[in-house]
């Protein structure tokens, strides 16, 4: 029973560095978010996706890109890390109404991923 | 535009007492509202959601939220805390339609002392 499962579970990366974060869900959901964790500032929205091949803007994309190659995967990717992008990664999914009871709203969300920028 | 207002980062009760953690909300059309509780070094579990069906909504863990239009508020209740209760709590808001992404609150740290 696995759920939205993140790899990996925590990284440190050299200001400059890139890297991918890997979101993989089995609930064949259609949508996928990208959201990061600071204190007091509660979840913030980078980006997400209502389906495979497509992606959209949050509330605070700079500095990262995601991609959406296949309906399970959800890739976040960082080309050139700065301290500021320190933070708890999540990802989350949901599905759509068609076919299934009316979606809510509700968001399934992975363990996060804890990422270190030096 | 969505929002929640989370009043209060932190707050502490003793165990047995009323817990009450306030959340008001901001939004252009009837929303869909969300408690989420976050456990130290976890993801986020949904406690409990209004979706415009009953006003007053029960969640797991005993806690509860009534959906007050006329004050725009979803305050989470629980008529005695555990010591297993200790957490951050998250008010979220979406509204149907759209991309269904939610909008998160700051957050409250909810300490039980013995």
């Known amino acids: 029973n696995a759920g939205v499962t993140q790899t990996p579970k925590f990284r440190v990366l050299k200001t400059g560095q890139s890297m991918t974060l890997l979101c993989a869900q089995d609930m064949n959901h259609e949508y996928m978010y990208w959201y990061r964790q600071d204190p007091g500032m509660g979840l913030r929205l980078i980006h997400y996706?209502?389906?495979?091949?497509?992606?959209a803007k949050g509330e605070v994309p700079d500095g990262y890109n995601v991609s959406r190659l296949k309906k399970q995967n959800f890739l976040l990717g960082l080309e050139s890390a700065a301290p500021s992008q320190t933070s708890v990664y999540f990802c989350?999914?949901?599905?759509?109404?068609?076919?299934?009871?009316?979606?809510?709203?509700?968001?399934?969300f992975g363990e996060g991923s804890r990422l270190t920028v030096l | 535009a969505q929002s929640v207002t989370q009043l209060g980062s932190h707050v502490s009760v003793s165990e047995g007492a009323l817990v009450l953690l306030r959340c008001n909300y901001s939004s252009s059309v009837p929303p869909y509202l969300f408690w989420y509780v976050q456990y130290p070094n976890q993801g986020l579990q949904l406690l409990l959601k209004?979706?415009?069906?009953?006003?007053l909504v029960k969640g797991i863990n005993g806690f509860e939220a009534e959906f007050k239009k006329s004050e725009t508020s979803f305050h989470l209740t629980k008529p005695s805390a555990h010591m297993s209760d200790a957490a951050e709590y998250f008010c979220?808001?979406?509204?149907?339609?759209?991309?269904?992404?939610?909008?998160f609150g700051s957050g409250t740290r909810l300490q039980v002392q013995p």
């Open positions: 979220a808001v979406t509204r149907w339609g759209g991309r269904r992404a939610l909008t």
């Open positions: 209004y979706t415009s069906a009953a006003t």
């Open positions: 989350a999914s949901s599905y759509s109404s068609r076919g299934r009871a009316p979606n809510t709203g509700e968001l399934f």
């Open positions: 996706s209502v389906g495979e091949g497509t992606t």
